[in-house]
């Protein structure tokens, strides 16, 4: 049972994390392009981000180690499954989680509001296909 819950907390709070990271790359985006200042919104949707992901990082954590799928041993780097759920899985979410992070801690030291947005973009715009590869590389499909 608490297995299964974390399972299902985890997999549907995934969508959040997707939708604040796409907000915040077209939001970064759209600032960029039009030339418009970092306002307490901007600044908002990326501690809403920040705050999703390391929530879901959390859980995953907590899933990884609940988790019937995650085995070491001799075996873990001879089958593909394994290996995905024990090594490549949280390995690359991790740095995904990482990048989002460094986005916005070194965003709020710069003071120039394109920079801002630029540095948001590019970092966000990187961890969004570290997710999405990863995750499509799990077998179960983006949605």
Same mark, same amino acid.
């Given at each position: 049972?608490?297995?299964?819950?974390?399972? #299902? =907390?985890?997999?549907?709070?995934?969508? @959040?994390?997707?939708? !604040?990271?796409?907000? +915040?790359?077209?939001? $970064?985006?759209?600032?960029?392009?039009?030339?418009?200042?970092?306002?307490?919104?901007?600044?908002?949707?990326?501690?809403?981000?920040?705050?999703?992901? #390391? =929530?879901?990082?959390?859980?995953?954590? @907590?899933?990884?180690? !609940?988790?019937?799928? +995650?085995?070491?041993? $001799?075996?873990?780097?001879?089958?593909?499954?394994?290996?995905?759920?024990?090594?490549?899985?949280?390995?690359?979410?991790?740095?995904?989680?990482?990048?989002? =992070?460094?986005?916005?801690?070194?965003?709020?030291?710069?003071?120039?509001?394109?920079?801002?947005?630029?540095?948001?973009?590019?970092?966000?715009?990187?961890?969004?296909?570290?997710?999405?590869?990863?995750?499509?590389?799990?077998?179960?499909?983006?949605?």
């Amino acid at each position: 049972m608490y297995y299964s819950a974390l399972l #299902h =907390t985890h997999s549907y709070f995934r969508y @959040l994390v997707f939708a !604040a990271l796409l907000v +915040v790359i077209i939001v $970064s985006l759209l600032g960029l392009l039009g030339k418009k200042p970092f306002t307490k919104t901007n600044n908002l949707l990326s501690l809403i981000l920040l705050i999703s992901a #390391h =929530t879901q990082t959390a859980i995953g954590l @907590l899933l990884y180690f !609940a988790s019937p799928f +995650v085995k070491f041993g $001799s075996e873990t780097m001879k089958d593909k499954a394994t290996r995905y759920w024990t090594v490549e899985h949280i390995f690359a979410m991790i740095i995904a989680v990482v990048v989002i =992070t460094a986005a916005r801690s070194t965003m709020k030291k710069m003071s120039d509001d394109q920079a801002k947005h630029k540095r948001l973009f590019i970092f966000n715009l990187i961890a969004l296909v570290i997710v999405v590869t990863v995750v499509y590389l799990s077998g179960r499909g983006i949605f």
